[in-house]
Structure formats: C-alpha cells, structure tokens
C-alpha cells in the first residue's frame, strides 16, 4: 500500500460502523512518540466523504484492500 492509494475497508464488526465498507485514500504512516519514548505505529486515512483525517491503529490495516 502506497501514500493516495483508494482503499477499502472490509466489514470489521458492529462496533466499527464509521469504517465498515467504506472507502478512504490511504495518507501513509503516522507514528506517535509517548513519553516513556514508546513508539506506537498508526496510519493516516481520509474517508470518502469526510473533511477531516482518520487515525487508525495499524491492526486495522489487515482489513484494508486496494482498490484497482
């Protein structure tokens, strides 16, 4: 997967109803530095219809497929 691939979600679970199925631009990495200096690796997203930038924990990206 590639920074401005178009991306879809698969159906995750009932409680993930703002992801499910849909679809989003894939804006690359983003990795949070704690301050115990732990580094936890998110993703950036932008969902078809929304303004602003989703956040999402990497083990979501198992559900995430390119679209061709």
Do not use: P, S
Not at 46 to 57: A, E, H, M, P, S
Request: proline share 0%; hydrophobic share 45%.
């Amino acid at each position: 997967m590639k920074i401005g691939d178009l991306v879809k979600f698969a159906y995750i679970n009932g409680h993930c109803w703002d992801v499910n199925n849909k679809y989003a631009v894939y804006l690359g990495e983003n990795f949070l530095v704690r301050k115990d200096d732990t580094v936890v690796e998110n993703h950036k997203v932008l969902l078809q219809g929304q303004t602003r930038i989703t956040i999402i924990d990497r083990a979501l990206l198992r559900w995430l497929t390119v679209v061709k």
